[in-house]
């Protein structure tokens, strides 16, 4: 095989919000709530200084103020009642915010900022450069922009990518249908069809693939 496979994963920078509201430390309550409301979003990064990302307040932080008004403390346990009491009583973002921050690099893959909010079970990460300074927000909606790539740059990737590198001049070819990669045609050697199979499966934008591949007919006696 003379190509050589590579691809280049889309990373943070090509889906994430550069235009972004954020506080400072001596932002009050209020304040916070109603840039909620204004920009639609449920968390806002704090900054210090020239825009360096020192924590971030979001919904979870704020709502102890509200639930305290009629929650019995007294049944938690003693580590969530002293966190609960000093949110409830809080009035700043320096105050009411969760530190350090949880960020991601501009650099960073798709997938890698996907899984930092699963683990870490947040909706949107402020992004930031090498010194902390902030540099955009990516959200769950930007991760999943991927899926927005039409059926024929997936096509044309799928080609180009794997059906070129793994089966060069073979009667190999795929179509996409909404996402859905299928591969059509005999191949020579089947240990290559879960390969594959896993190559297309890492392409933005695919939904599923699905493999229809024969091994090619036995020449007539």
Do not use: C
């Amino acid at each position: 095989m003379t190509e050589q496979f590579t691809t280049s994963p889309r990373t943070v920078s090509d889906v994430m919000t550069h235009t972004v509201v954020a506080v400072g430390r001596e932002a009050g309550f209020k304040e916070i709530v109603e840039l909620m409301e204004q920009w639609r979003v449920s968390a806002l990064p704090v900054l210090a200084g020239e825009g360096r990302v020192i924590g971030v307040v979001s919904e979870a932080d704020m709502l102890p103020k509200e639930e305290y008004r009629d929650s019995d403390l007294d049944r938690a346990s003693p580590v969530r009642r002293l966190a609960d009491l000093a949110k409830a009583g809080a009035l700043t973002a320096g105050e009411l915010m969760s530190t350090p921050a949880v960020t991601v690099h501009p650099d960073a893959t798709l997938a890698q900022a996907a899984r930092i909010m699963a683990l870490r079970k947040v909706k949107r990460l402020p992004v930031t450069d090498q010194l902390g300074m902030l540099q955009g927000v990516v959200s769950r909606s930007d991760l999943l922009k991927v899926f927005l790539r039409s059926d024929k740059e997936i096509s044309a990737e799928v080609a180009r990518t794997v059906i070129a590198y793994l089966f060069p001049r073979q009667a190999v070819a795929a179509t996409v249908d909404e996402g859905v990669v299928t591969f059509h045609g005999a191949v020579r050697d089947r240990n290559l069809v879960p390969v594959a199979a896993r190559l297309a499966q890492a392409v933005e934008g695919v939904v599923d693939v699905r493999m229809n591949l024969d091994p090619p007919a036995a020449p007539p006696r």
